[in-house]
């Protein structure tokens, strides 16, 4: 009998985060949402899509509150997925900008990074109309609706892009320079997503 193999292997690269809000949370959302749609908001002009509305969120308590949980389980998975010690890990995190998306049929968002150290996307609302489109999608890429990151050099033996469907209640996190974009879809409804971008905070600085 062989002796059995034995082996290690290495996570490589940025760290990808996925968890689902609460639909308190998706209501929340689209509440503050709704008071910030208006002209004074608008904030394309700081934003690489290719959308008609994209407005900045006025900060409140219940914004500013609703995500440190999903903030400390993101830190907590990456310690877990780095498998060593950070050497300067930060003393805090703290969202620094926020803005809501509403997409609507034929706009995009063009390959593009954030600002600060991470970013995210919340998905209040997925019509189930995308969700269908894209089912119905031949290709070789997400199809339409989808997300996709990608990082580093192309090479089939790397694992160099990861793409999803989003679906209502989903949350990404990740490294506010791991590039992605977001594919347009056809169907005549609205998709509304909220981003936003994190900042470290180390001791000793302000």
């Known amino acids: 009998m062989d002796d059995q193999l034995l082996y290690t292997y ?3 690269g940025p760290f990808l985060f996925q968890t689902k809000i ?7 959302l689209l509440a503050e949402g709704k008071k910030c749609r208006n ?9 690489a899509g290719h959308l008609s509305e994209e407005y900045r969120l006025i900060y409140s308590k219940k914004l500013t509150s609703w995500f440190q949980k999903y903030l400390k389980a993101y830190m907590e998975g990456y310690e877990k997925w780095r498998g060593t010690p950070q050497l300067n890990p930060p003393s805090s995190l703290e969202v620094s900008s926020m803005w809501i998306n509403y997409m609507k049929r ?8 954030h600002n600060g150290d991470l970013s995210f996307v919340a998905y209040p609302d997925v019509p189930t109309e995308i969700t269908e489109e894209n089912k119905l999608y031949k290709g070789t890429t ?22 999803k469907m989003p679906q209502t209640r989903d949350l990404f996190i990740f490294p506010s320079s791991l590039k992605h974009w977001v594919y347009p879809f056809r169907s005549e409804v609205e998709r509304v997503s909220v981003s936003g971008n994190i900042k470290f905070n180390y001791k ?3």
Do not use: A
Not at 22 to 28: A, G, Y
Not at 106 to 113: D, G, I, L, S
């Open 10 to 12: 290495y996570h490589w």
């Open 39 to 47: 002209k004074p908001n608008d904030h394309r002009d700081q934003l």
């Open 106 to 113: 034929n706009e995009f968002n063009p390959p593009h990074n």
């Open 22 to 28: 609460t639909l308190e949370e998706c209501q929340m």
């Open 142 to 163: 997400i199809g339409p609706g989808g997300i996709s990151w990608f990082y580093g050099d192309r090479n089939p033996q790397y694992l160099d892009e990861v793409r």
């Open 204 to 206: 000793g600085t302000l």
